[in-house]
């Protein structure tokens, strides 16, 4: 059962296909109350997601969150405390490691340092007892021009680039034709510059295999770009689950608001009422937010995207706006950062996109900011935090 060539492998250079009869998409995933305690941590603590065959899904969190733990639980390299694993509908508790329809790279690589590329990633193979020294040798191949490093199969790692080694640990999961493949902070061991590109070329890859993908990570920037959809985790749950569309621009709780960028909290008084916007108090401003699954009346929190803030000449009335001081405007080039100071004190920060003709701010220049009310969102209370996401999900 290790072989399950999604149809999308069909437009590509043919990797050596497993036994006739077994080709059929597959790689959804179903993971249901998971739970996994080591003596007196709990690593991860009863979490419900469920994956689409041919998706790129995420799991960011900080250090220490439980991503490694869940995705070793669904590699079957740790067992459970409680809840089930389904891979396509079939429950693989009883399912040893290397009998699952998964694989995994780690970050490490943990290639053999004195095998060449070739026999790592022949390495891959070693359960396949019944494939010929032939078969395996052309699959190698096939193995490793997806990953874009045939001529490259006597080489040692120590002679490739950090890059090309995680290429190599990539076709050597990849050899397999998993239906999963599970990837640990794959980039995590790379310079900048070299994880900026292969993140494209990662998502290039599984959208041309179409095997679906669960990426481990906790560089936000990394989520939002490669992901299909993600989940936020902290201390071992879900705070939210989404795309990265959604929970960046719709984060539920302060900690995912934070986590996924820079975020202006606004400390606001809520008004009673129902509804997808409701009014609330800041300081003397009264202004519209939006509070999609519902907020108590009272006080709360208002989180805005600094690319949301408008910043415009001073005196200009209308709905949700304020009057400000710039405090500080800091150039990044294609954009300046504007702090404004507001009148209760609370500083809020604007992204200003950098065209030709518009006019700097300055220091101690009296404006008006503008916080529109589809971009203000009032946050769950952080004891609310994982309802929060039930709610949603
Ligand atoms: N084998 C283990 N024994 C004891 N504690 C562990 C073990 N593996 C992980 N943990 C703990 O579980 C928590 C989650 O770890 P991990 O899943 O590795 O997080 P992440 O990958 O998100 O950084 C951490 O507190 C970690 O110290
Ligand atoms: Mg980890």
Redesign the pocket.
């Known amino acids: 059962m290790w072989f399950r060539p999604p149809s999308a492998l069909s437009r590509l250079p043919r990797m050596v296909r497993g036994e006739p009869g077994s080709h059929h998409t597959g790689g959804s995933i179903s993971i249901v109350g998971l739970r996994k305690d080591?003596?007196d941590?709990t690593?991860v603590d009863g979490i419900d997601i469920d994956i689409k065959a041919g998706e790129f899904f995420t799991l960011l969190?900080p250090?220490?969150?439980?991503?490694?733990?869940?995705l070793r639980m669904l590699a079957g390299f740790e067992q459970p405390t409680a809840g089930q694993i389904f891979i396509d509908d079939v429950d693989v508790a009883q399912t040893p490691a290397h009998k699952r329809p998964v694989n995994t790279v780690f970050q490490s690589y943990a290639l053999f340092p004195h095998l060449d590329v070739e026999h790592n990633v022949a390495y891959g193979l070693r359960w396949r007892k019944d494939l010929d020294k032939r078969v395996k040798e052309s699959q190698v191949a096939k193995a490793l021009e997806l990953v874009q490093l045939s001529g490259y199969g006597k080489r040692r790692p120590h002679q490739l680039s950090g890059g090309q080694q995680q290429r190599v640990a990539l076709a050597r999961a990849l050899v397999l034709e998993p239906a999963v493949l599970l990837l640990d902070e794959p980039l995590g061991a790379l310079d900048a510059k070299l994880r900026h590109s292969l993140r494209a070329e990662l998502t290039g890859l599984q959208r041309e295999i179409g095997i679906t993908f669960v990426f481990?990570t906790h560089d936000q920037e990394e989520a939002l770009e490669m992901s299909n959809r993600l989940v936020v985790m902290d201390g071992?749950r879900i705070m939210q689950l989404g795309t990265p569309e959604e929970v960046y621009r719709e984060p539920l709780t302060e900690f995912v608001a934070d986590f996924l960028g820079v975020a202006n909290l606004l400390d606001v008084e809520c008004d009673p009422g129902g509804g997808l916007t409701r009014t609330v108090h800041f300081g003397e401003f009264t202004l519209e937010a939006r509070a999609p699954s519902g907020h108590d009346a009272g006080p709360g929190r208002a989180v805005i995207r600094p690319e949301c803030v408008e910043v415009t000449e001073a005196g200009l009335p209308g709905a949700n706006r304020l009057p400000g001081m710039v405090d500080r405007t800091v150039f990044l080039g294609s954009t300046t950062q504007v702090m404004v100071r507001l009148p209760q004190g609370a500083v809020v920060q604007s992204l200003v996109t950098n065209t030709s003709g518009n006019e700097a701010f300055a220091a101690g220049q009296p404006v008006t900011v503008c916080l529109p009310a589809e971009a203000l969102r009032l946050l769950a209370a952080s004891s609310d935090q994982h309802v929060a996401y039930a709610e949603v999900g």
Not at 63 to 70: I, L, P
């Open positions: 080591f003596d941590v690593a969190g250090s220490g969150c439980g991503k490694t733990t869940t481990v071992g």
